[in-house]
Nanobody
């Protein structure tokens, strides 16, 4: 069974940082597009970032300059480093995978999803 396990969520103050991890198993990781999405309370799922072709990255406009995404193909893990956090970053953050290498911001493009990790930004 394919597994995606997020970790690293928690509470942070505005301006603070958190690093999320997503450990993957039981699919071809190195060629997969790995994505992050989030869902804030009362809102829909929002695409955050993805990493594909090993080092290519994209970010939603509101995350550019604040978030970085990376991957370690040996550890089969992708990371989302979140800096300069804002209260509006509060959400459940999900990791998603497309082993087919689909590059999309649409949730339907991803075959596997993690359970999510809560990030809360408040003072």
């Amino acid at each position: 069974e394919v597994q995606l396990m997020e970790s690293g969520g928690g509470a942070a103050q505005p301006g603070g940082s958190l690093k999320l991890s997503c450990a993957a198993s039981r699919f071809t990781f190195h060629s997969s597009t790995m994505s992050w999405a989030r869902q804030a309370p009362g809102k829909g799922l929002e695409w955050v970032s993805d990493i594909y072709n090993d080092t290519c990255t994209r970010f939603a406009d509101s995350m550019k300059g604040r978030f970085t995404v990376s991957r370690d193909n040996v550890k089969r893990t992708t990371y989302l480093q979140m800096n300069s956090l804002k209260p509006e970053d509060t959400a459940v953050y999900y990791c998603a995978a497309s082993p087919r290498g689909v590059i999309t911001t649409e949730p339907t493009g991803y075959d596997f999803w993690g359970q999510g990790t809560q990030v809360t930004v408040s003072s």
